[in-house]
């Protein structure tokens, strides 16, 4: 529905993925809604927010799911994220950190 910009102000900008709504916006001047502030920009200069790619991963993962990256005969579900190991694990393998004194410090993602 939206895309996430970052205004030099580092509010962000919701962009309406229409056509229409993006030529309006090509060179304008833009009113941050947090801040009050104006900017006269253009749309192509302004960078992606931070947050954009987490979200739109976020609801990528929520929506088609995604595989656990460990090693299992069949094919598993991952249902978190493990910052540490930097992968998408199944709730076997959240069992298994939590078992091992090694891991149990991991940081943990629900996704």
């Given at each position: 529905v939206e895309d996430?910009?970052?205004?030099?102000c580092l509010h962000s900008l919701a962009l309406c993925e229409k056509v229409e709504c993006r030529e309006k916006i090509l060179h304008r001047r833009v009113s941050c809604q947090i801040c009050?502030?104006?900017f006269s920009l253009y749309l192509e200069d302004l960078p992606n927010?931070?947050?954009?790619?987490?979200?739109?991963?976020s609801n990528r993962?929520?929506?088609e799911g995604v595989d656990?990256?460990?090693?299992?005969?069949?094919r598993r579900s991952a249902i978190t994220f493990?910052?540490?190991?930097?992968?998408?694990?199944?709730?076997?393998c959240v069992d298994h950190h939590k078992s091992r004194k090694?891991?149990?410090k991991h940081e943990m993602k629900p996704l």
């Open positions: 996430l910009k970052c205004l030099p009050q502030e104006v927010h931070p947050f954009a790619l987490r979200r739109a991963l993962l929520r929506n656990c990256q460990e090693e299992h005969e069949e493990c910052s540490n190991c930097d992968a998408f694990i199944c709730q076997e090694l891991l149990r």
